[in-house]
C-alpha cells in the first residue's frame, strides 16, 4: 500500500521539477532578449520612438482603456481587465475555429481514405485551395459572416482544414500494411481496422501537423481582427498604429506571442496525455 502512494508522489515531484526546469529556460531564454533590448536603448542604439524597450511598452498596461472599443451607448467601463477581454475574444475564436477545423478534416481526409470516388471527386479542389494564405479568405469571411466572431472562426477554419485534411490522408496511405494484414488476419472488419489500426497509427503525425499549422490559425484570426473584427488582440495592435503610439503596438505583441507559446505548450501537454505510449528520441 505504502508503494502504491509513493509511485503517484514520485510522478507528481518530476512532473514538477520538469515544469521548474522548463520555465526557467524560458525565463532565460527571454531574459536575455530583453536584457539586449533594454541594454541597446540605454546605450542610444536604437531609436525608442520606434522600438521603445520592453520597460515602456509594458507599463502601457496600466491605461487599459486602449484594449477596448468604445461602445454605442455605454458610457462606462470596468478597465480593470480589459486586456483579458482582449485575450478572450482572440482565444475564443481561435479555439472554436482550430475545433471545427480539425474534426472537420479528420473527417474530410478519413471519408477520402475510406471511399476512393469521394476522394477522386474531393482532393483536387482540397489540394489547390491548401496553399492559399489564411489572411486571403479575410474579404470572403467579412462578406459572408459580417465583422464579427464568424468571420474570425472562419479565418481559422480554412487556415487549418485543408493542411490538416492533406495530412490524415497522406498518414492513413502510409501506415504500415503489416500492422493491416495482421488485423485481417486476426477478423477485423474495415470498420475495425479503421478504428482500432489506422487512427491510432495516423495520431502521431496528425498532432505535429497541427501544432504547426496551430501558428498559421493564430496569425489568421489576428490578421481578421486587424481588418474587420475590431475586438481581440489584433485589435490592440491597430489601435496601436493608428493612434501612432508604438508602446500600445509593441504590448500588443508581446501579449500575442506569449499567448501564442502558452497555447502551444498546452498542445504539447494535450500530445503528451493522448500520444502516452510514445517518448521523444535522444541522441
Known amino acids: 500500500m505504502a508503494a502504491a502512494l509513493r509511485v503517484p508522489s514520485r510522478a507528481s515531484s518530476l512532473r514538477f521539477r520538469w515544469f521548474v526546469v522548463e520555465a526557467g529556460w524560458w525565463?532565460?531564454?527571454v531574459g536575455i532578449v530583453i536584457g539586449i533590448w533594454e541594454i541597446t536603448a540605454a546605450l542610444g542604439l536604437i531609436n525608442t520612438i520606434i522600438l521603445p524597450p520592453p520597460h515602456k511598452f509594458v507599463a502601457e498596461i496600466r491605461d487599459q482603456s486602449q484594449f477596448l472599443m468604445p461602445q454605442p451607448g455605454v458610457t462606462a467601463i470596468p478597465l480593470h481587465f480589459a486586456?483579458?477581454?482582449?485575450i478572450g475574444a482572440s482565444l475564443r475564436r481561435v479555439l472554436?475555429?482550430?475545433?471545427?477545423g480539425s474534426l472537420a478534416a479528420v473527417?474530410?481526409?478519413?471519408?477520402?481514405f475510406y471511399l476512393r470516388?469521394?476522394?477522386?471527386?474531393t482532393f483536387p479542389t482540397i489540394t489547390m485551395l491548401a496553399p492559399i494564405a489564411p489572411a486571403a479568405?479575410?474579404?470572403l469571411a467579412i462578406l459572408a459572416f459580417g465583422m464579427g466572431d464568424g468571420a474570425a472562426i472562419f479565418v481559422v477554419f480554412v487556415g487549418i482544414y485543408f493542411t490538416l485534411t492533406l495530412a490524415t490522408l497522406n498518414s492513413m496511405n502510409n501506415v504500415d500494411q503489416v500492422y493491416v494484414n495482421t488485423a485481417r488476419v486476426l477478423g477485423a472488419s474495415r470498420r475495425q481496422i479503421m478504428w482500432h489500426v489506422i487512427f491510432p497509427a495516423i495520431l502521431p503525425n496528425l498532432f505535429v501537423v497541427l501544432r504547426m499549422n496551430f501558428f498559421a490559425a493564430w496569425m489568421g484570426v489576428l490578421a481578421a481582427e486587424m481588418v474587420g473584427v475590431r475586438t481581440g488582440l489584433g485589435a490592440v495592435v491597430v489601435m496601436g498604429r493608428q493612434m501612432m503610439n508604438m508602446n500600445l503596438t509593441f504590448l500588443g505583441m508581446a501579449i500575442i506571442g506569449l499567448v501564442g507559446y502558452l497555447l502551444d505548450v498546452g498542445l504539447g501537454v494535450l500530445q503528451k496525455r493522448v500520444l502516452w505510449w510514445r517518448s521523444a528520441a535522444r541522441v
Open 96 to 100: 472554436i475555429g482550430l475545433l471545427l
Open 137 to 139: 479568405w479575410i474579404p
Open 117 to 121: 470516388l469521394f476522394r477522386n471527386l
Open 107 to 112: 473527417l474530410t481526409g478519413s471519408l477520402a
Open 83 to 86: 486586456v483579458f477581454t482582449a
Open 27 to 29: 525565463v532565460l531564454s
